[in-house]
DNA sequence: TGCACTTTGGCAACAGCGTTGCGAAAGTGG
DNA sequence: CCACTTTCGCAACGCTGTTGCCAAAGTGCA
């Protein structure tokens, strides 16, 4: 449920103004969700529980920003007929970047989602903190057409490793110590003049997931090099007290088993991966889906989306292990409907670039706490 | 951070009146944790980003309702002192029911929380439908004074078991099939003609811990005769979308372990309730460990606090080595602190029943969705 | 003792929010 | 062609928090 938040700090006093946002968010959201199709005033008024007329308002001062227009009119049932309203996808755009390690993906969105521009570069992780900046730099000014530029909402970078996603500073990339500590989002917003927003790759790939209509709460299993995890509770991504949530990988579920690279032992990953590693697919499948099954009797969350190289290496063996296990699960505790659906994510390999880029899209729509 | 909800259905339209009572209940929540101590309004308007004179609007109304009082005026800085307000605990109050396997405790609490009346009885779970309703009926009705009768917000009941906290139904209670489905909420609320919430005893315990005062996000993992977990996140219970989270002791932490009562195969609270009853303590604590570890690095929380008859047989030991495995999982991370504060829960053997009171109380002061 | 100063906090006027009442606009159906 | 239905905006309204102003109640210096 998304929350109300004052313009001031603490914990919460909401003024006019805040509830005047919150409210505008909401039918931006239903807007957006409409797409090109549109959406009434009064549809507007139902879903949100608004009166008509606030509704209008709301809508009158949109169209007047631009950020809405009108598209057509609905067939009548009896009376004047509906106009219906639509978001105007141009009216904002963001940038998102997908550092990995040995590559660097970037798109450009509009309000919409929809994908205007992408590029890929060479530049990874392993070229160290300068050149990573400038290349990026370069990249996303490269991307820019000069339409965008006065829509700009800024640059949402996504990348894999424990971060602090408030302060925007990494605390470490395994395998590249020298970017321990880097405060990314400040250099990276000097060097572009534009806001930054930095967070970790699974979590930016949740955030698209959720935002492109994957509904309630889910789980966003990333099966890579390693393996992560993105939540989405109630909507909007969990990041916990100090951001770290998600990690996945590292969840024990063989006391003493294999040593893992964290130095537990009997993590998930490393039963995973090293089931991979022999081609054992099902075992790996297996263990992945002990470790959503988990995650599923933990949070109750209502679904479990996967993604990552390896997945997409063999989608339906991973999808039908994992899900064997959830349903053995969901049988033993009597629930009817056969347990919680696993599915392929959709996105594919410019997901995560995508979800970087809701990082500052998705605000204005009352997603990511407005 | 608790959100806005409009008096209508939909996905949270809000109006003034909901502005007016998020406010309200700020205040009022505010004004609980200051205690007897009282809290100025100048210090209201500071902490909750208002304006002094709002608050000292939202104060008088309060006053007026009978729900807040001076309660003198602190030392002068070189001006008008400022006048103290505090909450009035004795203008609200609600019954807490504890429904455990083999007695039944209850407890009358007002506003601040405090235990006005308590009392148990020997009516377990065991004794069926229609004997456990009414023999917690009587024992409500006997608790609660003339006094109290008016300002009487509901009944609160906590129990054991999966159930639906929001249509208050019970799925099935282990070890007593005729409780199957039973539907205690609609039944127990005609009976007594008094509002009531039902919810599971991990629940309400880790509600109550949060209305006492431990903040952010934590859990709270109770070892009784089973093992369940209470969450808590940013300050509200997290109960999932089926109202099935906190399935905590089914977590699988040995792939192919021994069999547990659940079907699967080396959940934690098969492995810790037999070293426990092998009489192995520090062993049950490490898997009790393992079991927190996991879910602190999935949800990043802040806190652990333990609970229940097993743990308070070994306080010392459990606390111990639960932080143990917290310890050497936080050092392996890096992060320094020395990870995750592992505490006994506060509140003891009638920590559930208070927890369950709070679940008519805490929505006054904006906990649980107002 | 008296006066200037600081700080609190209530009263009154205000701007802005969603709501209500009403009427114009724009269709349908007989 | 006209009665009817439905949409939707204008105007007045009630309520919210905000701002401007002033009385109240202290402190501290002369």
Redo the contacts with the bound molecule.
């Keep these: 449920m998304a929350g109300i938040r004052g313009a001031a700090a603490g914990p919460g006093g909401a003024?006019?103004?805040a509830?005047?946002s919150h409210?505008?968010a909401l039918v931006l959201d239903l807007l957006r969700t409409a797409g090109a199709e549109g959406i009434?005033?009064?549809e507007l008024a139902e879903r949100t529980g608004?009166?008509?007329?606030?509704v209008?308002?709301?809508?009158?001062r949109l169209r007047e920003e631009g950020l809405a227009a009108a598209a057509g009119?609905r067939?009548?049932?009896?009376?004047?007929?509906?106009?219906v309203l639509r978001l105007v996808p141009e009216a904002g755009h963001a940038v998102g970047v997908h550092l990995d390690r040995d590559e660097l993906r970037a798109v450009l969105v509009d309000l919409d989602g929809t994908v205007v521009a992408e590029s890929r570069g060479a530049v990874g992780l392993g070229a160290g903190a300068d050149a990573v900046v400038e290349g990026t730099a370069r990249q996303v000014e490269a991307l820019l057409p000069e339409t965008a530029r006065g829509s700009l909402l800024g640059v949402g970078v996504a990348l894999p490793g424990p971060l602090d996603h408030t302060r925007g500073m990494l605390h470490r990339v395994t395998g590249f110590p020298e970017w321990d500590g880097f405060p990314l989002r400040d250099v990276l917003a000097g060097r572009l003049g534009l806001p930054v927003v930095v967070d970790k790759d699974t979590n930016a790939a949740a955030l698209g997931l959720a935002v492109a209509g994957e509904g309630g709460s889910f789980a966003y299993l990333h099966l890579g090099t390693g393996l992560g995890a993105g939540l989405v509770i109630g909507g909007s991504v969990h990041r916990g007290a100090r951001t770290g949530a998600g990690e996945f990988g590292h969840q024990v579920i063989q006391l003493d088993g294999p040593v893992c690279g964290c130095g537990n032992r009997g993590c998930v990953e490393v039963l995973c991966l090293s089931a991979v590693g022999r081609g054992d697919v099902p075992e790996a499948a297996r263990v992945l889906g002990a470790g959503a099954a988990n995650l599923v009797g933990l949070l109750d969350i209502d679904l479990v989306l996967l993604g990552g190289r390896t997945v997409a290496s063999a989608p339906e063996e991973f999808v039908a292990g994992v899900g064997a296990v959830l349903g053995e699960r969901a049988r033993r505790e009597g629930a009817g409907g056969g347990g919680v659906p696993v599915r392929v994510a959709s996105g594919g390999e410019w997901g995560v670039a995508v979800g970087a880029a809701q990082l500052l899209v998705a605000p204005l729509f009352g997603r990511e706490d407005g």
Tied chains: 1, 2.
């Design positions: 003024n006019l103004l509830l005047r409210n505008t009434s005033r009064l608004l009166t008509p007329q606030a209008s308002k709301i809508t009158a009119r067939a009548s049932t009896g009376g004047k007929p509906r106009t």
